[in-house]
């Protein structure tokens, strides 16, 4: 079984100021990672995929997330928050056998201008 | 390329009545599975389909149920709605679900 725990329920950051997401994964078999991202009234985009390929994983619209196993971690960073980064993000989890997504509870991305 | 398309975006049911969510996946996927979104549960997998045969269901009530058909499209219906089905009903295609899934933008359902 795998799980998914997202640190931050809310993260507030100035504009042009770095984000960090952070997310936990739990999964007894080699995972497939995700970070999607939901605008209000929207459904969900993929920022970016890790499926043990390199550790370092870059993204759409400047986002990258680095997959740690050691600490189980695979956190979403984004050098300078733009006010359209303002949403919310799940951190997702695949243990590729049984077909199914377990998502985190979701960070609430708020940009200050 | 088309994305994923669900249908209709928005509905209005009342408790007792059955609903069904149609789901269109990107020309070639598959798989196509689906995703109640509520803001108590979060995101939780209602089942997935591949090539009209259910590989995997969540740990919803006998109520819920899908499908898919030959053209890998696929519905989801809900009978004897409950108020506590209100939600946003997301579908997710894929070619491989190691690399991920494309979401429709879900079909509003709010029970009263």
């Known amino acids: 079984a795998q799980s998914v725990t997202q640190l931050d329920s809310h993260v507030s950051v100035s504009e042009g100021t770095p984000v960090l997401l952070r997310c936990n994964y739990s999964s007894s078999y080699s995972p497939s990672l995700f970070w999607y991202v939901q605008h209000p009234n929207k459904g969900l985009q993929l920022l970016l995929k890790?499926?043990?390929?390199?550790?370092l994983v870059k993204g759409i619209n400047g986002f990258e997330a680095e997959f740690k196993k050691s600490e189980t971690s695979f956190h979403l960073t984004k050098p300078s928050a733009h006010m359209s980064d303002a949403a919310e993000y799940f951190c997702v989890v695949s243990d590729r056998r049984d077909y199914k997504l377990s998502f985190g509870a979701g960070t609430t991305v708020t940009v200050r201008a | 390329k088309a994305g994923v398309t669900q249908t209709p975006r928005y509905l209005i049911k009342t408790r007792g009545q059955q609903v069904t969510l149609s789901c269109s996946p990107i020309s070639g996927h598959r798989s196509v599975s689906w995703y109640q979104q509520t803001p108590g549960q979060g995101l939780q997998f209602l089942f997935e389909?591949?090539?009209?045969?259910?590989?995997n269901k969540g740990n919803f009530p006998g109520r819920f149920s899908g499908r898919q058909f030959s053209n890998s499209r696929s519905e989801m219906n809900v009978s004897t709605l409950e108020l506590g089905d209100s939600a946003l009903y997301l579908c997710?295609?894929?070619?491989?679900?190691?690399?991920?899934?494309?979401f429709g933008s879900g079909t509003r359902l709010t029970v009263v």
């Open positions: 890790y499926t043990s390929a390199a550790t």
């Open positions: 389909y591949f090539s009209e045969t259910q590989r």
């Open positions: 997710a295609s894929s070619s491989d679900s190691s690399m991920g899934y494309t």
